[in-house]
């Protein structure tokens, strides 16, 4: 790492256009007391396991195959960041912020996901099972093929989330709202949409034998005849 690239203010320490290793981002973490801001930085591929990293901002930062497994990341900010394949699994990011970022096929098993926030990302295979999850915010972004089995998104209002082919068993949608988006084929098996409104968002590939899942739900007549047609019954 090159030192000219660091600076301080009162937002803390920025480090700028960097390829970081991790003694680098442990002598900053020693070195300074404020929240480190990495922008364009190069983190690709480093272990950051179990670091304190509490209230860090990423921008535009390179983080692909990047290990914070059982990091501290609470209130810490990832925007427009390159970061397919991250481990984030077992992590402290309660109140952590993703905002237009790629996340494609990153693992976040057991991580603390409280208040969490993912806007505008890509979350294709991502793996986001066994998290603490309360209060966790999705806002137009991809879940497709995801692993979200046993999620609880109730209550919730879904924007534009697309949810095709994900794993959705024993999800909790129970009084969700959903503005757009797809659980086309997603797998839904012992999923409860109790109270759901589910006429934004695209139902096809569902099969009718399920729908009993869907008791108590609101869906319209275009949704419904979609499902009969799934039966290869005409809808006239």
């Known amino acids: 790492m090159t030192r000219d690239h660091t600076t301080t203010s009162e937002c803390g320490r920025t480090v700028s256009n960097q390829t970081l290793s991790r003694a680098d981002i442990q002598q900053l973490i020693a070195d300074s007391k404020d929240p480190l801001y990495f922008e364009d930085c190069d983190l690709e591929g480093i272990d950051l396991s179990r670091l304190d990293l509490r209230s860090a901002t990423f921008e535009r930062c390179t983080i692909i195959e990047t290990s914070f497994f059982g990091a501290t990341l609470t209130q810490a900010r990832w925007i427009r960041c390159r970061a397919r394949q991250a481990d984030f699994g077992s992590a402290d990011l309660v109140d952590a912020t993703f905002q237009s970022s790629d996340l494609n096929n990153t693992n976040w098993r057991r991580a603390k996901l409280g208040s969490a926030r993912f806007k505008g990302c890509k979350l294709t295979g991502a793996n986001i099972e066994d998290c603490s999850t309360l209060g966790l915010e999705f806002e137009e972004t991809l879940l497709v093929g995801a692993h979200l089995r046993r999620l609880s998104f109730r209550k ?52 009718l034998v399920d729908a009993g899942m869907f008791r108590g739900a609101t869906i319209s007549f275009q949704q419904a005849a979609v499902l009969v047609t799934e039966l290869g019954l005409r809808v006239v």
């Not at 534009?160 to 797809?182: C, I, K, P, T, Y």
């Open 156 to 207: 919730a209002t879904l924007q534009n989330l697309d949810f095709s082919d994900a794993d959705l068993a024993g999800a909790d949608f129970r009084d969700a709202v959903f503005e757009g988006g797809s659980l086309r084929n997603a797998q839904l098996k012992d999923a409860r949409f109790d109270g759901a409104d589910l006429r934004g968002v695209d139902l096809s590939g569902l099969r």
